[in-house]
């Protein structure tokens, strides 16, 4: 049974940072492509950074890019975003999700496995 599991959300002032965690079990990790997703309230999910198997390229959406780092660490099965100069735009529940397959992806329908989602909130 694949899980994926997300940490490290939470309430933050404006310009603040935040780092992101999502711990994976129940598939051979490093075989997967990594994101991060968000949605805010009525709004529709949205791509916010996606990582290959060794880490070797990256790929951010364009609110976020030289914000945010996505990393992962595949001996320990897990993915993180670290998020500085946080706004309250960035306001939503961040999801990590999993695909098997060699290219990123900003459709989410692409991905296979998804977590349960931690809330971020930048408000003063």
């Known amino acids: 049974q694949v899980q994926l599991v997300e940490s490290g959300g939470g309430l933050v002032q404006p310009g603040g940072s935040l780092r992101l965690s999502c711990a994976a079990s129940?598939?051979?990790?490093?075989?997967?492509?990594l994101a991060w997703f968000r949605q805010a309230p009525g709004k529709e999910r949205e791509f916010v950074a996606a990582?290959?198997?060794?880490?070797?390229?990256?790929n951010y959406a364009d609110s976020v890019k030289g914000r945010s780092t996505i990393a992962r660490d595949n001996a320990k099965n897990t993915v993180s975003l670290q998020m500085n100069g946080l706004k309250p735009e960035d306001t939503a529940v961040y999801y990590c999700?999993?695909?098997?397959?060699?290219?990123?992806?900003?459709?989410?329908?692409?991905?296979?496995?998804w977590g349960q989602g931690t809330q971020v909130t930048v408000s003063s």
């Open positions: 990582i290959t198997w060794s880490g070797g390229s990256t």
């Open positions: 999700a999993a695909r098997l397959w060699n290219t990123t992806s900003t459709y989410p329908s692409t991905y296979t496995y």
């Open positions: 129940g598939l051979t990790f490093s075989t997967y492509i």
